[in-house]
């Protein structure tokens, strides 16, 4: 273990990235309060995540179409939680990316099952349900994430290790978020998203051995 | 709003400082690249329209005008217990009088029927009508033929 060198400490991605926040946790509270009657406000809070989520939306569902209906209806229950000042102590980008992370997952069960109006999707949720729809929501951002990796043994890994800690890696490496993002995403504490990350590692790690154990 | 959606920032604040070991470093780095190549690959397809942009952004801060227009602050307004208990405010039926029948067929004209009036139709009219003329005179001599 080497001293200073920790997963995630850094509050922004490593790699050179158009997706990264320019608001400080600070500034962004501060506008998430103002929001509530300030418009201005609201119109920074929307230029600065608008594409960023847009952006995580499409990376998971490719139809243009359902992935503007999909931000149209995150951006609008922002817009409520502001407005309604619930979002005081909370960060506007956790929230965003976890509601966008919710909606894809019910576009997948809406897609599965025929859910009566009035009811949320998740209700009807029985077994594996939700586990499958979150994976069936990922598996387009999977493909793109595996096209760009250079070696064949680490993407034939990526299939080896279980689908929960495969969107993990997904949510820390293929979309880039920091680490208040990406743990709102996966509605889990901050610390719990790292220790998620460093056991998808050390599983992808593990099956990128037995790759190399088989091949010879 | 579903309870799940807010992040609770007792939560939130955790702190996520963990060790990474040093063996999974390369790995680490490599999936850093490829994940900012994968982000480079899909830029043009994760980029929102400019009208979509545009359009979205009126519709929301819309959302503003709307409460200043009505006079409202924009927050949710929810009714407190009624002054008035239940048991005044019963509807009870009331007697009504029989009233004379009230003629109100003769405030309006009775309309005659409606003459559509067509550019197109009149000057056929007039075309056939001219023709006519035309021909009853030269079969009564008045036009030499």
């Known amino acids: ?216 | 709003m579903r309870p799940d959606d807010l992040i609770d920032p007792a939560v939130a604040a955790a702190d996520a400082v963990v060790p990474l070991p040093v063996d999974l470093r390369p790995l680490d780095a490599e999936l850093e690249q490829s994940g900012a190549r994968a982000r480079l690959m899909l830029h043009g397809r994760t980029q929102p329209t400019r009208y979509f942009v545009i359009d979205l952004r009126a519709r929301l801060l819309s959302d503003y005008a709307a409460d200043r227009s009505a006079g409202g602050v924009g927050t949710d307004v929810i009714a407190g217990p009624s002054p008035v208990s239940r048991g005044q405010v019963e509807v009870r039926r009331q007697s009504i009088a029989p009233a004379p029948p009230t003629v109100v067929a003769q405030a309006a004209a009775p309309a005659g029927p409606a003459v559509v009036f067509d550019v197109r139709v009149a000057l056929f009219v007039a075309a056939v009508a001219s023709a006519a003329l035309i021909l009853g005179a030269i079969g009564s001599g008045v036009i030499p033929h």
């Open chain 1, 1 to 216: 273990m080497v001293p200073g060198y920790f997963l995630r400490l850094r509050s922004k991605p490593m790699a050179p990235d158009v997706h990264v926040s320019h608001l400080d946790s600070a500034g962004e509270l501060d506008l998430a309060a103002r929001a509530q009657t300030d418009p201005a406000a609201f119109a920074r809070l929307f230029d600065e995540y608008m594409p960023r989520v847009y952006a995580f939306i499409a990376r998971r569902v490719e139809d243009r179409a359902a992935a503007e209906e999909l931000t149209a209806a995150t951006l609008h229950r922002a817009l409520r939680a502001v407005r309604a000042g619930v979002l005081q102590e909370s960060s506007f980008g956790g929230f965003v990316y976890r509601v966008a992370a919710s909606a894809i997952v019910d576009r997948v069960r809406r897609g599965r099952r025929a859910i009566p109006p009035g009811l949320r999707a998740s209700d009807l949720d029985e077994g594996t349900d939700r586990e499958v729809a979150e994976a069936i929501g990922a598996e387009a951002a999977a493909r793109a994430f595996a096209a760009a990796v250079d070696r064949n043994v680490l993407r034939r890994s990526f299939e080896a290790i279980p689908d929960a800690q495969f969107r993990v890696i997904l949510v820390r490496y293929f979309d880039g978020l920091d680490i208040a993002e990406a743990s709102a995403a996966l509605g889990c504490s901050q610390r719990s998203f790292a220790v998620r990350v460093n056991r998808a590692l050390r599983a992808l790690s593990s099956a990128l051995n037995n790759e190399a154990t088989g091949a010879a």
